[in-house]
């Protein structure tokens, strides 16, 4: 794949002190950050605090359904997307960098830098199937996974030499089995209660994810001191 950690071209500054970061005197534009909204934001802006970075008028102005939200006292934008919308405005250097999860970021497989793991947003990647309808892969013909990954899913298929079709959804995954659309689902479980609800077991995990920062070609080359200064900052307040 071509998503890579920034071994080289972003990484932690040595210099980086501690206490918050000044807002910038030049005429370039503020750093802009692409967060996707939901759990990932809330737990994002947790560490960016800690991190000396409070991005709080993100979360008042996302109340108010602003989705641009400039924080001038960091000489920082930041962007409200759908998560899996993070890649593409830092691929193509609308964002200098973003927040994703690896399931996003490896399902997309975009020319990105991921410098470090926030190790926010756990869960994990799954095959789950009916726990009353358990699928003997050697036996049935036409085998059908329902999923909002399915790259993911062909590569994960592909590894086991499992031949099956992949249907392509986008929300409420779980349904997919008990219904007859697929015999199986390939999707993220947190608590498990969705998994337990549906009378679902899983069968495998595919994939551990937690959300990363990630970077791209453009702005790790032009921007690389305001990045590098805050993955310090970050990288000083990950746990673990
Ligand atoms: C995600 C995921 C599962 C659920 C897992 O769905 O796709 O459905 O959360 O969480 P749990 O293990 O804690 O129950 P999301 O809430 O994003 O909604 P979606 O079904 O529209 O994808």
């Given at each position: 794949m071509t998503t890579r950690a920034?071994?080289?071209?972003?990484?932690?500054?040595?210099?980086?002190?501690?206490?918050a970061p000044r807002a910038s005197t030049s005429n370039a534009p503020p750093l802009?950050?692409?967060m996707p909204r939901g759990r990932i934001l809330d737990e994002a802006l947790v560490l960016f605090k800690r991190a000396g970075i409070d991005l709080g008028a993100a979360?008042?102005?996302?109340?108010?359904?602003?989705?641009?939200?400039?924080?001038?006292?960091h000489d920082v934008r930041v962007l409200i997307v759908r998560d899996a919308d993070v890649p593409a405005y830092v691929e193509h250097g609308a964002a200098d960098l973003g927040i994703a999860g690896?399931?996003?970021?490896?399902?997309?497989?975009?020319?990105?830098?991921?410098p470090l793991d926030?190790?926010?947003?756990?869960?994990?990647?799954?095959?789950?199937?009916?726990?009353?309808?358990?699928v003997d892969e050697m036996a049935k013909v036409h085998l059908r996974y329902a999923t909002k990954f399915p790259e993911l899913t062909?590569?994960?298929l592909q590894a086991?030499?499992?031949?099956?079709?992949?249907?392509?959804?986008?929300?409420?995954?779980?349904?997919?089995?008990l219904v007859g659309l697929a015999d199986r689902v390939v999707d993220l479980v947190s608590s498990g209660e969705t998994l337990r609800q549906h009378r679902l077991r899983e069968v495998e995990t595919i994939l551990e994810v937690s959300a990363r920062v990630c970077v791209g070609?453009?702005?790790?080359?032009?921007?690389?001191?305001r990045i590098d200064d805050l993955i310090a900052r970050l990288r000083a307040v990950v746990p673990g």
């Open positions: 920034a071994k080289t071209t972003v990484k932690a500054s040595p210099k980086a002190k501690k206490g802009t950050i692409a979360e008042k102005a996302r109340a108010g359904r602003k989705l641009i939200i400039p924080i001038p006292e690896r399931d996003v970021l490896e399902e997309q497989d975009r020319d990105l830098y991921e926030l190790g926010i947003g756990r869960c994990r990647l799954v095959v789950a199937e009916p726990e009353d309808r358990p062909r590569r994960h086991r030499g499992i031949v099956a079709e992949i249907i392509k959804l986008y929300g409420s995954i779980e349904i997919a089995p070609r453009a702005a790790a080359k032009l921007r690389s001191d």
